[in-house]
Structures are given as C-alpha cells and as structure tokens.
C-alpha cells in the first residue's frame, strides 16, 4: 500500500516547535507533551511580549513599573532552563501562573490604577487560559474566581491609586491602552492556537490508535460482534439453531513440527493460515479461530443463515491451498478437514483478551468428523450431505462409531459436481498419517 507523505512543516514552525518540544521527556504520552508544548510556547510569547514594556517604563523613567515585567522575563528564563535540564514541569507551571496572576495586579497598584495603568491588569486572565490549558489544575474556576476577585478589589481603591499615581503623559496612558488590549489578544491567541494545534494532534494520534484498535478488534472478531462489543453490550451470549461447523486440522503436523525450526514451522503456517483467512473472506465463511493448526470456521450465526455449499466450497478449496504449499520443506500438505451443521451457543470470553468462541454438540461433532476423516479428506455427517446436493460430489462412507457420539452415517466430500452418492468408495488411507482420535481435542 502506497503511503501518504506528509507535507513538511513552513522552515519558520520548526524552531518554535523545538522550542515548544524542550521540556519532554522519553515517557511522556501525547497529553503531557501537549502540555508541555502549550506551557512552554505561552511563556516564550510572554517574554517576547512583556520584555518591551520593562525598557518602556525605564525609558519614562518609571523604575519601579519595570522592574515587574523585567523579573516575569528573568524568572521564566530561569523556569525554561529548569524544565530543559529535568524535563520536570512542575515548578515551572506553578510558577507562571502565580506570576501571570500577581505581577500584573502589581503594576496596576503601582502605575495608579485602571486608567493611568492603561488596563493593565488584563495580562493576568492568561493565568485563567493557562488553568484550561496547560496547568493541570483540577478546579479551574478557582483560577478564574481568583482574577475576578483581583479585579474587584482594585475598584475601590481606583482614587486612591490615582491620587498616588506617578504623572504620566495621556497620549502615552492612551497609547498604552491600545498596545496592552492588543498584547494580551495575542499572547492569549497564541496561547489558544498553540493549545489547539496541539489538541488536533492528539485527537489525530487518538483516532488513529481508535482505527487501528478497531481494525485489530474486528480481524478476531466478527463484525457484528465487534459493533456490539464496542457498543458497551456486556456479557455477549447467543444461541443459534443452525450453523454450519467446519474444523480442519493438518495431517501430521505433531511430529512434523518437531523436526524444523521454530522459525520456519511459525513461517510457513502463517503463511498457510493467512491463505486461509483469504478464502473465508472471499466465500463470505467467517473464521473462528485457530488452535496450533487445526482451523475453525462457520456459516450462519452472526452473519445470517448457515450457508453450507459455501462452506463445503470453502473446506474444497483448504485442501488446493494446502496441496499447493510446503511446511518446512515438506510438500503437499494434507489436511483433515470435518463439517456439521446444527444449533450453537457463541458468546465472547475475556475482559482483557477477546475470544468470541462457539461451544455445543454440533462443534464436538463437527471435531469427531475431522479426526476419524483419513488424510486429505473431508467428512461430513449425512444431515450436511443431504442439503449440499447435486452440486458437490459426494461418496458415502458408511456408519462409523464416534468417540462420545455413537455410530454415525458420514459422507465424503469429493469435489464439485455430479453427485455420486450411490457409489461407497474412501479416499486412499495412509497408515503411517493416521492418528487416533483423542489427538483431537483442541478443536473439539
């Protein structure tokens, strides 16, 4: 699949974002990072903002006024390069919103008030955008609460800052009003921005993660099951009156396995299984499980009604797909594959690791044809044979007695076709493939 290359970012974003990317650490998730990255990008558009107005107020001669904003500028290059050494934002959070939210009150006083101060007291509501973004504060109202009090406290005492206040040119009050209104919109919209760059960017990480839990989620699990689970449906328990059962297994495999490395024997049958799964989804037969080598699938249940010339169509075209492949050198595989069909209970198994499972005697049943099936065949019980029809050649086998069951009369599934019912003929047996039938049990 041809991937999507991502457009490189404009040459200036990339030092903002090494800037902004300064205080993460190796076991940040994407929520600390953005944090971090919104922490850091507001204070440096601080500095950039607040630092003019410390030589403003030197150059009226207003030590006092800047000094205020000259220590945010000092402090916070002292916070950036705390958090660059230890990755720890802590100290560093903590201490911009103090600053965002008593420095600024403390121009106000000095300065005379709202009007002589030029509203100046507006720098400290990033302390309210700061509580939402990046601070991790848990009641963030309380922040807000906070400057709303401050703003509050300072309406009575407005005369007497005023009375005190040092004498300042209107037109430089005035110009100072437009240069503080338009400074904290662009420290509090670059704040935002910078918060919700990087909140779309989580979002996208999540969604992507979603996708691909979910693509995981429905390749072990049918669709439907998968739509009910993700809904929240707890527990998922069903009974089916008819479904058609198929278990396959490979002939020999125990002692085949035991004589290849783990390397190509793990190889080899994922690419064999992964075959499998191919077909089934091309014949609309929906996999189950597997189980060291035996394969289990169905028709019906979830995926409407049980569907049986697929499936036996399905169980014809393992056996090509295995012919046509090796196992640790050894070509040809050969498979044992059984089918029945009847009524089912399914349900999902697991909090923490899903298995949506079928259970029941058509399940055993269909186990006991695989393993009492001679090597490369595939045996059915008559109630399967009856209903496949004229389109599939089949040979009757005869009553056989099954382990748990009792006699039963089986067929063997020979290709597509002319039916051959009349004829009582078996597929070749190898002696030296055959296994007894309790080497069966993973599948039943």
Known sequence: MERTQRASPPRWRVPLSALAALGFAPGDDEGRRMEKAVLTRTALFTIVVVAPWSVFYFAIGLP????????????????????????????????QMVMFLALPPLVHVVLGGFARSSAVILFASVAVVGALSFTRVRRPWIVFGVFVALVVVMVPLEGWLRAHAPR??????????????????????????????SRDRLSNALA????????????????????????????????????????????DFTSLSESISADDLVHDLNDLLREFDREAGRLGVTKVKTI????????????????????????????????????GGRSGVRLRIGLDAGPVVAGVIGDSRFLWDVYGATVNSASRMQTTAPPGAIQVTERVASELGAGFRLSERGVIEVKGIGPVRTWFVLGRGADDRGAVREPARDDADARPESDSGRAS
């Open 168 to 197: 300042l040119d209107d037109r430089i009050v005035t110009a100072f009003f437009a240069i503080n209104i338009a400074s904290v919109a662009t420290i509090m919209f670059l704040a935002m921005a910078s918060y919700v760059r």
């Open 292 to 327: 060291g080598d035996a394969y289990l699938a169905i028709t019906g249940g979830p995926d409407g009604a049980a569907d049986l010339p697929s499936l036996a169509t399905f169980a014809l075209r393992l056996g090509e797909i295995a012919a046509a492949r090796s196992i």
């Open 64 to 95: 006092v006024p800047a000094a205020i904003p000259a220590l945010y500028v000092i402090l916070s290059l002292v916070g950036l390069a705390h958090l660059r050494r230890t990755r720890d934002d802590r100290w560093f959070r903590w201490s």
């Open 208 to 251: 992507e993660e979603r996708d691909r839990s979910d693509r995981i989620l429905r390749n072990v699990l049918p669709d439907r099951i998968a739509d009910r689970l993700v809904a929240g449906e707890r527990p998922i328990a069903d009974r089916y009156d008819r479904v058609g059962v198929l278990i396959a297994d490979i002939v």
